[in-house]
């Protein structure tokens, strides 16, 4: 496994409506500084039935291949990792291939996990072409995915939807990964769930705050042995994570990803040769630090923040915010990054940013996609919640878009905006 191998280009799809975080906040009665300050958001994306997984991730794929130019008879594996699948058998990664009108010659399936299924198909992919079995083709990794809820409820304020498309490649301008450094930890637990049939999902909220934190030190210890040992860190003033330049974590809420890199920097601080020396409470205070915070995680969450959890994509979001920013001073810098899935899984990995990234980003155009869409009220948004997932309203696509239309027979029909 030798090959240079990672993500090349990535692209952005989001619904076409928002709700600012605030309305919403004064709408249930609470103080805005809950939502803003307290769990991190701006704003929060907005569904119809008419933009479900598979519109979401065929506009999301189909920008990739326009954007970046991409040959479609190169492309030798199509994933979609979700958890909002549309059908018990039938992948949404079909329904991309047939609407993008792509190539016979690939593997599609999807991947779940529940927010871990993207970075399930994800290393898929990366260790098909490291191992050499993709022959010189290329991999499209879509993460697609509603994430609701339901009005009224504690989650209410962390839903969100969208799909982040991952052009995987030999050719990693973007990142080059660290193939066989992960770290994983993975446990059976209830933190999060949604029974078949379902729309909204269960959670015990607080305890899947607890579940993500614990897989995350098991995933990062076992990249952090790796690393150790391949020299890419090493024990010194600078704590092994703070070697990283940035750190992009799972975002159900923004304010998790401080939490993580705190529990992330308290593994290191009780892990150190000089751990005996200090308190439990030093060490908490010290891995509280504002400071590393802002240094190497802030700048990743700009479009979760406007966005809201897109669970598969959200890693991906929090990827997509840094290098939008930062990609030209990031260039040949390592960074690294947490996937973490309910029920549950973690993965710990690293890659480096490629020289190209900014160029690739550039294209990407993310301030376009995001000033595309319409604020709306709390009433539209909790009228469009309550409409049936079956019978999508007769609404234009917007240019480049996919909707669904109707169902007939069983049978899912899509249309593309011109
Ligand atoms: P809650 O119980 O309503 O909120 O639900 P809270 O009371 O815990 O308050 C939230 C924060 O706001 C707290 O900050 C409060 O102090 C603060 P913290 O102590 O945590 O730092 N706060 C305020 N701050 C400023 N001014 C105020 C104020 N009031 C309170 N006036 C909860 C919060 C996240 C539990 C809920 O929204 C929920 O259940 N969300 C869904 C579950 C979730 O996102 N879990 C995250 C980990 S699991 C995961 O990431 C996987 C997932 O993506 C799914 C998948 O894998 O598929 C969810």
């Known amino acids: 496994m030798k090959k240079r191998v990672g993500i090349e280009a990535l692209a952005v799809a989001v619904p076409s409506r928002y709700v600012d975080i605030e309305d919403l906040a004064r709408a249930r009665g609470v103080d805005p500084a809950k939502y803003t300050a307290g769990l991190g958001a701006r704003e929060m994306a907005v569904t119809d039935p008419g933009e479900d997984t598979v ?20 492309i030798g594996m199509l994933v979609v990792g979700t958890e909002t699948g549309i059908d018990h058998s039938k992948p949404v990664a079909s329904h991309v291939q047939g609407l993008l009108k792509l190539p016979r010659t690939m593997r599609t399936y999807d991947t779940q996990h529940a927010c871990y299924g993207g970075t399930a198909g994800l290393m898929a992919a990366v260790e098909w072409i490291a191992s050499g ?6 991999a499209v990794v879509v993460c697609s995915d509603i994430a609701r809820y339901g009005l009224n409820t504690a989650g209410e304020p962390t839903q969100g939807g969208g799909a982040v498309a991952l052009l995987v490649s030999e050719q ?8 066989g450094l992960n770290g994983v930890c993975s446990m059976d637990v209830y933190d999060f769930w949604r029974p ?5 999902a269960l959670v015990d909220g607080h305890y899947s705050i607890t579940c993500y ?22 024990w010194s003033d600078a704590l092994p994570g703070e070697q990283l330049a940035r750190i992009a974590y799972h975002v159900p809420f923004c304010k998790m990803a401080r939490k993580a890199h705190t529990q992330l920097r308290l593994c290191d601080l009780e892990d150190a040769a000089d751990a005996a020396a200090s308190t439990p409470e030093s060490r908490e205070a010290q891995a509280k630090s504002a ?48 996937s973490y899935g309910s029920g549950c899984a973690a993965e710990f990995y690293s890659g480096t940013v490629g020289e190209k990234a900014a160029e690739r980003m550039a294209k990407a155009d993310l301030e376009a ?5 319409e604020r709306v009220s709390i009433e539209e948004y909790e009228r469009l919640m309550k409409l049936p997932a079956d019978a999508p309203e007769a609404v234009a696509p917007s240019p480049g878009a996919f909707r669904l239309t109707e169902i007939r027979d069983h049978r899912r029909q899509y249309a593309e905006g011109n």
Request: charged letters at 20%; hydrophobic letters at 50%; a positive charge.
């Open 213 to 234: 934190l614990e897989a995350l030190s098991g995933a990062y210890r076992g990249w952090r042995e790796k690393a150790l040992a391949a020299g890419l860190v090493r």
């Open 55 to 74: 519109a979401l991730a065929a506009t999301a794929a189909a920008r990739l291949i326009r954007q970046q130019d991409v040959d479609p008879s190169r």
């Open 172 to 179: 990693p301008d973007l990142l080059a990964m660290d193939v």
């Open 133 to 138: 079995a993709g022959a010189g083709k290329v």
């Open 291 to 338: 400071a590393s915070y802002d240094a190497q995680v802030a700048t990743s969450l700009g479009l979760n923040s406007r966005i809201g959890n897109v669970y598969t994509a959200s890693l991906y979001l929090a990827l997509a915010g840094l290098l939008q920013h930062e990609a030209g001073a990031l260039a040949g810098q390592r960074i690294g990054l947490l």
């Open 196 to 200: 078949v049939g379902r729309r909204e």
């Open 369 to 373: 996609v995001l000033a595309r869409r």
